[in-house]
């Protein structure tokens, strides 16, 4: 019988590869195993037809040994503080990969942004911000857009925020829109990250990317730019879904007008020329690149050995299980894992504080080229790492970041 993994005992096993390939001392471990700080709050919101309700929020604060904490807030009605402790972790080890002075954050709302409208959501937005105000800040912890929140509500929490301080204060948060101090280039930003580093992947196993067949699966944010980039180095983008359906071409489609299709009917499902297609059978099309760009724990061992790509590139947080992990790694499948390949995200994200600070902005080659630098030096860390320590490539990136966590909880004097 296959085992179901919570999503925080995912992190947990993954945590453990690395430490035990590290021989990583027990205090240590424990230390990265549980969050420093971990929030829940209540949010009191007045309803368009003079109702109150009570929406439950969560913030939690994984790690700060190399900076603030940063990482996304999610309003969604499956939001629960596992996996909110989940994907802060996860940004602590992403950081550190990278190399940006941060350490993880996440946090969330429970609700269904959905069924409310846009006065609600922005009374539920400033009503969440005011209520972690004490403990978030340009120097303590810096949050940004997730799964159904943007840069309209990333505007709410600064000017909230602001409100709040009696200053402006746009180093709050990330993902802003530019005329309140966001940064060029980072609505793309993880989705270039996934093209840098795959791009990166198929000139070492020898892929050309002219040949290449692409699979995405999720088709938000993160899923079409890492069409759009792959399509525009050459790849044929054969199949993509979103959560009511998807559309398969094996002649290939063009990203720009799946997503107008998108946009016109709500889904890519029914895209002119293409044929309907399931998930589980978008999974196991035969190709060269796979994205994952949904959501958790969607390569499972049940799937994995249906899986026919030669390369996964993890758009996602956390969409392969470690049993499905191993048994892709057994037959041959090269994983660029989460933690790296989406990680230019919070790497533009880091950008865009940097630029807040300083109050001086890029223009958006400059962005995309100290971007495309970082994204291919942890590429090349973490694929050498990989080679040296005859482990997969999610244990290699756990161990060059859990090393550099290492480091500076020593030298702080926490171990």
């Avoid at 296959?2 to 205090?27: F, H, R, W």
């Avoid at 009696?166 to 940064?183: A, D, H, M, R, Y």
């Avoid at 938000?220 to 359906?245: P, Q």
Wanted: hydrophobic content about 40%.
């Amino acid at each position: 019988m296959v085992k179901e993994y919570g999503v925080y005992e995912v992190v947990l096993k993954q945590l453990e590869a690395a430490a035990d390939a590290l021989k990583l001392a027990p205090q240590t471990k424990e230390l990265l195993a549980e969050p420093v700080r971990n929030f829940k709050v209540a949010i009191p919101v007045k309803m368009d037809d003079g109702s109150v309700k009570v929406f439950k929020g969560f913030r939690c604060q994984h790690n700060d040994a190399l900076g603030p904490t940063k990482g996304g807030v999610r309003f969604h009605p499956q939001v629960d503080e596992d996996e909110v402790k989940a994907l802060a972790a996860w940004m602590t080890f992403k950081c550190a990969l990278v190399g940006i002075p941060y350490g993880g954050a996440k946090g969330g709302i429970l609700c269904n942004p959905k069924e409310l409208s846009n006065s609600e959501l922005e009374r539920l937005s400033r009503g969440f911000i005011a209520a972690i105000s004490p403990i978030i800040g340009p120097e303590k912890d810096i949050p940004a857009p997730d799964v159904y929140t943007n840069p309209q509500v990333m505007s709410w929490f600064m000017d909230e925020f602001s409100r709040l301080k009696g200053f402006n204060s746009p180093g709050v948060v990330t993902g802003k829109p530019l005329i309140v101090g966001g940064s060029a280039g980072r609505d793309s930003a993880t989705a270039r990250g996934v093209m840098f580093t795959t791009r990166e992947a198929c000139i070492l196993m020898k892929l050309d990317l002219k040949e290449a067949r692409v699979v995405v699966q999720g088709y938000g944010n993160a899923g079409f730019y890492s069409a759009k980039f792959l399509h525009e180095l050459g790849g044929k983008v054969i199949a993509v879904n979103d959560s009511s359906g998807g559309a398969f071409n094996p002649e290939g489609m063009d990203p720009l007008a799946l997503l107008d299709y998108k946009h016109s009917n709500g889904s890519v499902k029914g895209f002119p020329g293409s044929v309907n297609i399931v998930n589980d059978d978008l999974l196991s099309l035969e190709c060269e690149i796979l994205v994952p760009a949904a959501l958790e724990n969607q390569i499972t061992a049940d799937n994995a050995g249906d899986i026919r790509a030669k390369l996964i590139a993890e758009a996602a947080n956390g969409p392969t299980t470690p049993e499905a992990d191993q048994i892709l790694f057994e037959k041959g499948v090269m994983i660029i894992p989460d933690i790296l390949a989406n990680a230019g995200g919070v790497t533009v994200s880091y950008f865009e504080w940097v630029q807040n600070l300083s109050n001086y902005y890029w223009t958006a080659e400059e962005v995309d080229t100290k971007l495309e630098r970082i994204m291919v030096e942890a590429f090349r860390n973490v694929y050498s790492t990989s080679i040296e320590g005859k482990v997969n490539m999610r244990v290699a990136a756990y161990m060059v970041a859990v090393n550099k966590l290492a480091e500076a909880m020593k030298v702080r004097g926490w171990i």
